[in-house]
């Protein structure tokens, strides 16, 4: 099971910051874990994505240099750090977990899905 939970509010202005985390139970220190995005309108988008042990990381292009994937293990957490954020990164939050060790942004990698948290970038 994987439940999402924001920090920090989910409105903020442009150029603020926010912090999502996001839960998940069983062998959570196994799994590779993603972030995924779903603007209104939209199809669902890979924003970022962290192997088992936390040491390879990937992000999508419009988000490298603000975004910041990182995992604790021993709290079964896996966080994104969102600074410098902008109008264009309003969208319903995702983080997935997937059974397999490897980083992916393919969404048909991962097996659980959190319930998703909706971020709002004012101008």
């Known amino acids: 099971e994987v439940s999402c939970r924001r920090l920090g509010g989910g409105l903020v202005q442009a150029g603020g910051s926010l912090r999502l985390s996001c839960a998940a139970s069983?062998?959570?220190?196994?799994?590779?874990m993603g972030w995924f995005r779903q603007a209104p309108g939209k199809e669902r988008d890979f924003v970022a994505t962290?192997?088992?042990?936390?040491?390879?990381?990937d992000y999508t292009d419009s988000v490298k240099g603000r975004f910041t994937i990182s995992r604790d293990n021993a709290k079964n957490t896996v966080y994104l750090q969102m600074n410098s954020l902008k109008p264009e990164d309003t969208a319903v939050y995702y983080c997935?977990?997937?059974?397999?060790?490897?980083?992916?942004?393919?969404?048909?990698?991962?097996?659980?899905w959190g319930q998703g948290t909706q971020v709002t970038v004012s101008s």
């Open positions: 997935a977990a997937s059974r397999g060790a490897s980083i992916s942004t393919m969404q048909k990698a991962y097996d659980y």
């Open positions: 069983g062998r959570f220190h196994t799994y590779a």
């Open positions: 962290i192997s088992w042990i936390g040491g390879t990381t």
